[in-house]
């Protein structure tokens, strides 16, 4: 237990964990279920090219996302990626920078221009004012982002892009299994995009899927993703299929879907516990009225209260082997190359990523794990004037 300054690792303290506490460490399922997946797709000798572990995993996550059509890809890039090549999206594309760079990096590989729109400080998610004020001859596509699970102003968004007649696509990476008003992430806009990275609630090892009730859009996504073949409408496409390996994978960990999430909830409830009260430190909280699969637990780090800035808060964890993320900092537009090639003030954007922290979680957290971490933060948060002045910050 930490119980002052002298305590803590970064001034010669004991670490409070012998071995690193990571965020998002993979849910690997029961691994007899995956060796058995495995061996099946040896022995059938169909590896890749839609085979039935595939098809059987697009059909998991389309009837997840309450959709008739999954077309599961290599990775969400690659998905984000052929969604806009498959609607023929030119110029613009409006959305936010509080997001993965990969976001904002799959519209540029396409020679599309991101445009960055501020956020809604409330939600972290795209402020539809804004966006409205963005929308120029030169638009093509709305890019929504579901932050943490949460979900964007769909509806406004919606309205937006009918009136303009611009393309709504969304990418929902962290957003599997949540809702907005009871309905399922993954069946707004035209399309949404899912990320089964290995550090998401249901991995893939490496995996996406692009998810639609639009058949005719997930027939020319089919076959664009397989190089173009089998459809003389689509032109040019690109290999950004899933193998059967990676299907094992992520059947395997669709079986244990329901207790992550529940294992999340619970820790984020006991981080909840643990931090309520604390003076410049708020947790990220979800709306009670919907699902969320609670992968991420968000605390916002206020300097002005605390006097101790979210980054040297990092730098005490991390010497206490506890592995927290700056999620995400900075922002798309403060990152190369779109800082230098298009330079914007993004004022709410700017304040959340410099406050915000992603707090370690998943099945393989312990409470015990989140008590030492809750213990940390309280010290830290308690002495932040002195600890800044002592490390010299």
Same mark, same amino acid.
């Given at each position: 237990m930490k119980r002052g300054v002298h305590d803590l690792a970064l001034f010669g303290g004991d670490a409070a964990?012998?071995?690193?506490?990571? $965020?998002?460490?993979?849910?690997?399922?029961?691994?007899?279920?995956?060796?058995?997946? &495995?061996?099946?797709?040896?022995?059938?000798?169909?590896?890749?090219?839609?085979?039935?572990?595939?098809?059987?995993?697009?059909?998991?996550?389309?009837?997840?996302?309450?959709?008739?059509?999954?077309?599961?890809?290599?990775?969400?890039?690659?998905?984000?990626?052929?969604?806009?090549?498959?609607?023929?999206?030119?110029?613009?594309?409006? $959305?936010?920078?509080?997001?993965?760079?990969?976001? *904002?990096?799959?519209?540029?590989?396409?020679?599309?221009?991101?445009?960055f729109c501020d956020i809604d400080p409330d939600t972290g998610c795209l402020d539809p004012k804004l966006v409205e004020a963005a929308v120029t001859p030169r638009t093509g596509a709305i890019l929504g982002v579901h932050l943490w699970g949460r979900p964007s102003p769909v509806d406004e968004l919606a309205a937006i892009a009918a009136e303009h007649g611009l393309k709504l696509f969304y990418d929902a990476a962290h957003a599997l299994g949540c809702t907005s008003r009871q309905r399922r992430l993954g069946s707004f806009g035209d399309a949404e995009v899912f990320s089964f990275h290995a550090t998401k609630v249901v991995n893939s090892f490496e995996g996406g899927g692009i998810v639609t009730d639009d058949?005719?859009?997930?027939?020319?996504?089919?076959?664009?993703?397989?190089?173009?073949?089998?459809?003389?409408?689509?032109?040019?496409?690109?290999? /950004?299929? $899933?193998?059967? *390996?990676?299907? *094992? $994978?992520?059947?395997?960990? &669709?079986?244990?879907?329901?207790?992550?999430? /529940? @294992?999340?909830?619970?820790?984020?409830?006991?981080?909840?516990?643990? &931090? @309520?009260? &604390?003076?410049?430190?708020?947790?990220?909280?979800?709306?009670?009225?919907?699902?969320?699969?609670?992968?991420?637990?968000?605390?916002?780090?206020?300097?002005?209260?605390?006097?101790?800035?979210?980054?040297?808060l990092l730098t005490l964890l991390r010497a206490e082997n506890v592995v927290a993320q700056p999620y995400f900092s900075p922002g798309c537009h403060q990152r190369e190359p779109y800082r230098t090639e298009y330079p914007v003030s993004l004022p709410h954007t700017e304040h959340l990523a410099e406050q915000v922290i992603a707090l370690p979680t998943g099945p393989a957290v312990s409470r015990e794990d989140i008590r030492r971490v809750c213990d940390i933060i309280r010290v830290a948060t308690a002495h932040g004037p002195r600890i800044t002045a002592q490390a010299g910050a």
């Open positions: 964990f012998l071995q690193p506490l990571y $965020m998002g460490r993979p849910n690997t399922g029961d691994r007899k279920r995956l060796l058995d997946r &495995l061996e099946w797709a040896l022995d059938n000798r169909w590896l890749t090219n839609g085979g039935p572990l595939v098809r059987e995993f697009e059909q998991r996550i389309a009837d997840l996302a309450g959709v008739r059509n999954c077309v599961a890809t290599c990775n969400a890039t690659a998905g984000l990626q052929l969604l806009l090549r498959e609607a023929e999206v030119t110029g613009e594309v409006i $959305m936010p920078s509080m997001t993965f760079v990969a976001t *904002a990096h799959a519209v540029r590989w396409l020679g599309l221009r991101p445009v058949d005719t859009r997930a027939e020319r996504l089919r076959a664009l993703h397989n190089f173009g073949l089998g459809h003389d409408g689509v032109g040019a496409g690109i290999n /950004a299929k $899933m193998s059967e *390996a990676s299907a *094992a $994978m992520g059947l395997t960990s &669709l079986e244990g879907f329901a207790d992550a999430v /529940a @294992s999340n909830r619970a820790n984020y409830e006991l981080y909840r516990q643990e &931090l @309520s009260g &604390l003076p410049g430190v708020r947790l990220i909280d979800y709306d009670p009225a919907e699902r969320n699969n609670y992968h991420y637990v968000i605390a916002q780090i206020d300097a002005g209260i605390t006097g101790l800035h979210r980054d040297l």
